[in-house]
T-cell receptor, first 113, second 112 residues
């Protein structure tokens, strides 16, 4: 079984709808992240959490919110989806260390019409 | 905002050729990572370099961190179709690898 899972894997929604993307991990890591990936722009950080009680904004948090329900679960919400939020979304986890590795989920492909 | 520019953006080569991908920034990073991403999957870490001038080898892949810790390169010798994928560099400016700035990506295709 995959260490980091994301649901759904694909989603089509309409402008103005609220949607939630979910991430679960079995690696036992405290740190979790949400990124979006757009062609030619690499990955950009939306939100990150270093433990259950810690939530931090990333580079592009406007229009998004998150919830850290447990050490293993980190959800990303789009309160009112808009077309320019069409992208590939990745969740990642890590543990602190000098050469810290981030472990990514398989991604959620979101299309906002 | 720190930027990491990768070049080239796209690269299509024949099996057996050599190639180099570059990752450049005006900012200094405490460490730099390279990831590879295949279609339908998330990025997977290949290597982390932490010392200016450091060179690391992973089979046919050679990674170098610039002396000033602002740039890095990835060289692949005798490329194979299995090397096909999106290569991403990611810089960590604060140490600890917990807040990475990702490069723009290089899409590599190796054909038979």
């Amino acid at each position: 079984d995959a260490d980091v899972t994301q649901t759904p894997r694909n989603r089509i929604t309409k402008t103005g709808k609220r949607i939630m993307l979910e991430c679960s991990q079995t690696k036992g890591h405290d740190r979790m992240y949400w990124y979006r990936q757009d062609p030619g722009l690499g990955l950009r950080l939306i939100y990150y959490s270093f433990d259950v009680k810690d939530i931090n904004k990333g580079e592009i948090s406007d229009g998004y919110s998150v919830s850290r329900q447990a050490q293993a679960k980190f959800s990303l919400s789009l309160e009112s989806a808009i077309p320019n939020q069409t992208a590939l979304y990745f969740c990642a986890t890590s543990e602190p260390g000098l050469e810290e590795t981030q472990y990514f989920g398989p991604g959620t492909r979101l299309l906002v019409l | 905002t720190q930027l990491l520019e990768q070049s080239p953006q796209f690269l299509s080569i024949q099996e057996g050729e050599n190639l180099t991908v570059y990752c450049n920034s005006s900012s200094v990073f405490s460490s730099l990572q390279w990831y590879r991403q295949e279609p339908g999957e998330g990025p997977v870490l290949l290597v982390t370099v932490v010392t200016g001038g450091e060179v690391k080898k992973l089979k046919r892949l050679t990674f170098q961190f610039g002396d000033a810790r602002k740039d890095s390169s990835l060289h692949i010798t005798a490329a194979q179709p299995g090397d096909t994928g999106l290569y991403l560099c990611a810089g960590d400016s604060r140490g600890g690898g917990n807040k990475l700035t990702f490069g723009t990506g290089t899409q590599l295709k190796v054909e038979l």
